[in-house]
């Protein structure tokens, strides 16, 4: 259903966040696996600072479906919450692209 497509979604937010892949074993099989099976490390683990999000990717990445967000409406809802009031200033939106790595996101 479409817990499904918000699971898809959170994954793609999952690596923005972290800039790693989330499931990326060499197969499709052992993906699959891997969604299946392995336990989702909260961002903070991987980018100090990330501590915020960990309960909503907790939530939006459970393994049982009646545990996840059962809208879309609901997971816009609680990515809003961790929003900042205001939107970045040019300067900041700088500065934190240069903090990323030279090499970009993990493949």
Do not use: C, H
């Amino acid at each position: 259903d479409m817990r499904s497509d918000l699971f898809a979604a959170a994954v793609i937010l999952w690596e923005m966040t972290t800039l790693r892949r989330l499931f990326s074993r060499g197969s499709d099989v052992a993906n699959l696996v891997a969604v299946m099976a392995e336990d989702v490390p909260p961002p903070s683990t991987i980018r100090p600072g990330a501590e915020r999000f960990d309960p909503f990717f907790a939530r939006a990445l459970a393994k049982q479906p009646q545990d996840r967000f059962q809208s879309a409406r609901e997971m816009r809802a609680a990515l809003e919450s961790l929003l900042p009031d205001r939107p970045a200033t040019q300067e900041e939106l700088r500065d934190y692209i240069a903090s990323l790595p030279p090499e970009g996101p993990a493949a």
